[in-house]
């Protein structure tokens, strides 16, 4: 398994200079989130992931052990996760007036970033606890959140989200898990979980569930569904554990990857519960969590694209192979270091554009959590419909772009890679359920051509391109960037059309949309990754201006933004291509005719 090192050089250059998050924090009173205190705080973040999570990686791998209903976890993981709490790291965005350290969110998401990075099955115990604790902030009574928002933040307990069930996934209007009304006010919750992440475990004392389940009354389908908080543990009125609830765990999922997290089977026996929020708008409610989710697991695209690229990046400088096409360009050496192939730079410059383009990405995302959380004026309401857009572009493209680059890094160690000392292909398993849990990579489109596009008849499209209009405009004719401003230009033209001509087709056939969804949101992503990289590249020309005293990053900064250009957004064209084609093609082989 690769030694992770954080990328601090590269977060300071998204932070500082890309994104100006200085002004970005003084515009929301945050007065601690300095350069300097962010910088120290990223560091401390960056020396954990790489000296205690990194090293547990490759023993998490060996699973979790299951006895008797309890999880133990894999050695080292308990005590990482106690030292994650002594040094304060689950509190670091919460409130102050909930125990918290009152920094923004998108601090701590690059925290996110570099423990997943380091260990993504451990990252995920801490990690879902962000979801419920914002839950519970946003729609929990003032007595749910009395009681469990503070033992939440300090990490005391963990949270999990329960919504699959075996006969139904994504499809939550098959939902059958039923709440009955109690006496006290409390329900009796029955049924049963699956593919529960972090839903048993010994980390901590107690696990607050949240939990979807049907009332006696409620409608069929989603709009029957309603939001429960279900502990592990029951408490009193002081919050202080008292006896077990009836959630059983029966089993925990042999899996592919991701074997240091606990995927567990839940079963709710008459558990006791306590609605959240409104009757039979659960879902409403459980979006909150949903989008915390999804923008974490576009986090693990980046994570996971960053592992794998410092593995291969180490791998390729030396590991010797054959000599380069235009002669030895190590002559003392046996061959040459295979860093020096074109094709392995091909590789190595995906692994470098992806995870630097994404995390340009997600912390621009980041910053729009920050407005939607803290701003008191028209901003927020701005960053949240450019969050729901640009959203599930960013769970799915950087995700499936992630199966690309895990998967190169097998490549570029060849053999190695495909065995177990090297971690390459522990990689390739953790990162393979990013396309699918928090909904697939289909969902996530249909999500963004059918309930955000066409359902504004484009208007949010047009609303996210004014938005980054100030990031493209003003480089139109700047000599330097026309190798970058050009392509993307036409790209961002050709958004506009693919998206007019698909709303006119999806009024004649609705199964337009989904025959399209998939290759529209790819090259929407390979669209907006290509602002970053247009910005990206006028930093760096400027910083080189300027006389900068690290002419190599910058150099390397614009090397990459041109291999984007000339290497990645081509494959757009192809997705307009294919995005264009009749749905028909998709369509029009009778289903018993596949093979025969």
């Given at each position: 398994m690769p030694s992770y090192?954080?990328?601090?050089?590269?977060?300071?250059?998204?932070?500082w200079q890309l994104l100006q998050a200085e002004q970005h924090y003084q515009s929301l009173n945050f007065s601690d989130a300095s350069p300097e205190m962010v910088d120290a705080i990223l560091a401390e973040a960056g020396r954990f992931a790489s000296e205690v999570l990194s090293p547990i990686n490759a023993e998490g791998d060996k699973g979790c052990r299951f006895e008797e209903g309890q999880v133990f976890t894999p050695a080292g993981f308990k005590e990482a996760y106690q030292q994650w709490v002594e040094m304060g790291w689950p509190s670091l965005a919460a409130p102050t007036e909930l125990g918290g350290q009152g920094m923004p969110e998108s601090i701590a998401h690059l925290v996110s970033e570099m423990a997943g990075g380091a260990n993504w099955a451990w990252a995920m115990y801490p990690g879902l606890s962000h979801g419920a604790i914002n839950t519970l902030e946003q729609h929990g009574s003032e007595e749910q959140q009395r009681l469990y928002l503070q033992p939440l933040i300090s990490g005391q307990w963990t949270g999990t989200m329960c919504l699959t069930e075996p006969?139904?996934?994504?499809?939550l209007g098959l939902l059958r898990t039923k709440a009955e009304p109690q006496a006290d006010g409390s329900f009796a919750i029955t049924g049963s979980k699956i593919y529960i992440s972090a839903g048993e475990h010994d980390l901590t004392e107690n696990i607050v569930h949240i939990v979807l389940a049907r009332l006696p009354d409620a409608p069929k389908g989603t709009k029957g569904i309603s939001l429960f908080v279900v502990p592990k543990m029951l408490i009193d009125e002081q919050g202080q554990i008292k006896a077990a609830n009836q959630v059983r765990c029966g089993s925990i999922e042999h899996k592919m990857g991701i074997h240091g997290n606990a995927t567990a089977v839940l079963n709710f026996d008459g558990a006791k519960g306590w609605l959240i929020g409104p009757p039979n708008k659960g879902l409403n409610c459980m979006f909150t969590f949903m989008n915390f989710a999804r923008i974490g697991t576009a986090i693990q695209g980046v994570a996971a694209t960053e592992l794998s690229f410092q593995g291969s990046l180490a791998y390729a400088k030396e590991r010797l192979a054959m000599r380069s096409l235009k002669g030895a360009q190590f002559p003392k050496l046996a061959a040459d270091p295979i860093i020096v192939h074109p094709d392995v730079r091909r590789m190595l410059f995906t692994q470098k554009a992806v995870a630097e383009g994404g995390r340009a990405l997600l912390a621009w995302a980041s910053q729009q959590v920050d407005l939607v959380r803290y701003a008191k004026d028209?901003?927020?309401?701005?960053?949240?419909?450019?969050?729901?857009?640009?959203?599930?572009?960013?769970k799915a493209f950087l995700t499936e772009l992630a199966l690309e680059t895990t998967n190169y890094g097998v490549q570029i160690h060849g053999g190695h890679g495909y065995v177990k000392d090297y971690g390459m292909e522990q990689i390739v398993r953790d990162t393979r359920i990013s396309t699918i849990y928090e909904g697939t990579t289909a969902i996530q489109s249909l999500d963004l051509l059918g309930r955000k596009v066409l359902a504004s008849q484009g208007r949010l499209l047009q609303q996210v391109l004014q938005h980054f209009a100030p990031w493209v405009e003003p480089y139109q004719d700047d000599y330097l960037l026309q190798e970058f401003y050009q392509p993307l230009s036409k790209t961002l033209q050709a958004w506009q059309g693919l998206t007019q001509s698909l709303m006119m087709r999806a009024m004649m056939d609705k199964d337009e949309v989904g025959g399209a969804a998939v290759d529209y949101l790819m090259y929407s992503g390979y669209a907006l990754l290509s602002i970053f990289w247009l910005r990206t590249a006028a930093l760096s020309y400027q910083a080189l201006a300027d006389g900068s005293a690290e002419p190599g990053f910058y150099e390397a900064k614009i090397k990459t933004a041109r291999f984007w250009f000339q290497r990645m957004l081509p494959r757009a064209q192809m997705h307009a291509k294919a995005l264009q084609s009749p749905v028909d093609t998709l369509t029009s082989l009778d289903?018993?005719?596949f093979r025969f």
């Open positions: 090192q954080a990328p601090l050089r590269d977060m300071q250059f998204v932070l006969h139904c996934g994504s499809d028209g901003r927020a309401k701005e960053a949240d419909q450019l969050l729901g857009f640009v959203t599930p572009i960013a289903a018993d005719w």
